[in-house]
């Protein structure tokens, strides 16, 4: 079936998006089956989308009401059988409906006086059991806008017409739009275009954002020899507090705290950002675990790789900005410094694999509580140490993570619409290392095993140097409601675990001192090792004691040094 879609935003304040959907049924067809998806790819939660959507309708091409019944949460069908119009030849119809968009992610859609960012799975209805073909869509907006940016192809017939069209409907809604007054600007690599669209107000900064990028693209791209689309639009959202992106295929959306931008480690990791989802244009977007496509909108996908999704290119997006000159070698080091203490901070790495980090993702990791880091490892974070690991076990067989990004590339170039499998990826990590590095990664991403990783760093250059310094410990992370002292989270086995302190809990005082923000943010200032003292706290508005021996601050690695160039050089920037 071809569908037009056609959104009209004609009051930006009011936040809301007019939908109008119009197509034409097979004569002998009764039941459509209009759905808005729950979740967007490369975001793993169900999201309900359709909670924001209200004054569902559906007509005939004259005018005339359709019977129109929600058979679930998310979906609509329209019922020529049920409906007064059933005995009248009335083919062509069109459903519309409006959106509330006034949440700014990169997985929700966001609308006001400044601007619109249209992600499209929380506007545009598909139709189950149906291929949408060719479908087209129309933007109807304020005439003060002047900019649209998206990846999607446009076939307008005249300027003041904006109608853009893709080859089906998951290709459709795969593009984000933004819309408004943003600043543009571009560049081509291998004689495609390049787009970046910048939403937001930046301080004055000495960083060349544009040049940057075109050299990441120029780097990624070149590493595979090409690039897989015709024209590609990075859409970033600056704004204060925030920090993200969403992977497409011929684009991406991004967004960033435009202060960190004043700051060299703010500024690179707004780098490792631009290359982690520049990255995904080749990993996960065409290279997929087989669950991540072709798509159910309505249910999750649960797959066990999503440490190949995200954890390969939490190694790669570091190691790509490296390797281009972007930061220095003492920069990369400090990150994964920075990567190996969050990961020995976790206690849930002892009780949660890859594999279950993976599969679980729609129930833990974008669902996190207070009791998250005691139970559950992130992916991104042990799938990009994992593969940190790999890399360097595969420069001991003089062979490195280059090797098997050109095998997996290779493969999909082969079979572009199958996803792989864990057994299949296993394979291509024996073929390039053998079958004594495959097992070891095995073990990394299917179990708890802990992972020998200085030993496996010392082998390719580097030495941890550990912080030796003892300070008082409490275990647990404080959040502070004005000047209250309050229990965010406690970690597993540490003082206040031990001593009954619970997350939600407010410390009143220590020994009847009575502690504010202030003052408790001394507290290692004053409190001893291995002394006990008396908590007063508050716990569900009743005052209560407990006591507290405190501990001493985990040791983490302080720096990671370099004892052979030569050794690190194959690892990270091998020549061949």
Aim: proline content about 4%; aromatic content about 12%; hydrophobic content about 35%.
């Amino acid at each position: 079936m071809e569908l037009r879609y056609k959104l009209v935003i004609d009051a930006p304040s009011t936040h809301q998006v007019h939908v109008i959907i119009t197509g034409k049924k097979e004569k002998n067809e009764n039941l459509l089956d209009f759905f808005l998806p729950r979740w967007s790819p490369g975001s793993y939660l169900i999201r309900e989308y359709s909670r924001h959507l209200s004054r569902i309708m559906a007509v005939t091409k004259t005018g005339e009401r359709l019977f129109l019944d929600q058979t679930d949460t998310s979906t609509f069908r329209i019922d020529w059988s049920r409906s007064e119009l059933k005995n009248i030849d009335s083919d062509e119809f069109t459903i519309s409906y409006d959106v509330y968009c006034h949440e700014l992610t990169v997985r929700t859609s966001h609308v006001d006086d400044s601007h619109a960012f249209l992600h499209l799975p929380t506007l545009l209805m598909g139709l189950k059991n149906r291929n949408i073909q060719n479908p087209t869509i129309e933007l109807i907006f304020p005439p003060q806008w002047s900019r649209l940016t998206t990846g999607l192809k446009d076939v307008s017939s005249q300027r003041d017409i904006f109608l853009y069209s893709a080859k089906n409907y998951d290709d459709l809604i795969d593009s984000p739009i933004e819309i408004g007054c943003h600043e543009t600007d571009g560049f081509r690599v291998f004689d495609v275009d390049h787009d970046i669209a910048i939403y937001g107000r930046l301080l004055p900064h000495k960083e060349n954002i544009k040049a940057d990028t075109k050299k990441i693209v120029e780097h990624i791209a070149g590493f595979f020899g090409g690039v897989p689309y015709e024209k590609y639009s990075f859409i970033t959202h600056f704004s204060q507090g925030l920090y993200g992106g969403l992977e497409h295929s011929n684009s991406t959306a991004l967004q960033f705290c435009p202060t960190q931008l004043n700051q060299r480690k703010g500024y690179t990791n707004y780098l490792a950002l631009v290359a982690h989802e520049y990255f995904h244009t080749w990993n996960v977007k065409r290279i997929r675990p087989q669950e991540l496509g072709p798509f159910d909108y309505l249910k999750e996908a649960n797959t066990k790789l999503l440490w190949l999704a995200e954890g390969l290119t939490s190694l790669m997006d570091e190691l790509f900005i490296y390797r281009m000159g972007l930061i220095s070698l003492e920069e990369y080091l400090d990150m994964q410094k920075d990567n190996l203490n969050r990961y020995y901070s976790i206690p849930g790495r002892k009780f949660h694999s890859l594999d279950d980090s993976s599969f679980n993702a729609w129930i833990k990791l974008y669902r996190p509580d207070e009791n998250s880091n005691n139970s559950s490892m992130s992916y991104y974070l042990k799938g990009g140490i994992v593969f940190f690991a790999l890399n360097f076990l595969f420069a001991e067989k003089n062979k490195s993570i280059n090797d098997l990004l050109l095998l997996l590339w290779s493969d999909f170039q082969k079979n572009p619409q199958r996803g792989l499998n864990s057994q299949q990826i296993y394979q291509m990590v024996e073929s390039v290392g053998g079958i004594t590095i495959r097992e070891k990664f095995e073990i990394m991403t299917s179990t708890t095993e802990e992972i020998d990783l200085e030993s496996i760093c010392q082998n390719s250059g580097l030495k941890f140097i550990w912080d030796k310094a003892e300070s008082p410990w409490l275990g647990f992370e404080p959040d502070f409601n004005g000047d209250r002292v309050m229990v965010r989270s406690v970690v597993l086995d540490g003082p206040a675990f031990k001593s009954g302190l619970n997350a939600g809990d407010e410390i009143i005082a220590i020994n009847g001192l009575r502690m504010l923000k202030d003052r408790f943010s001394d507290h290692q200032k004053f409190l001893k090792i291995n002394e006990t003292y008396s908590l007063t706290i508050s716990r569900l508005s009743v005052l209560q004691v407990i006591d507290l021996n405190v501990g001493t601050q985990p040791t983490k690695i302080k720096t990671i040094t370099v004892t052979d160039r030569e050794l690190l050089d194959k690892a990270l920037n091998p020549r061949s």
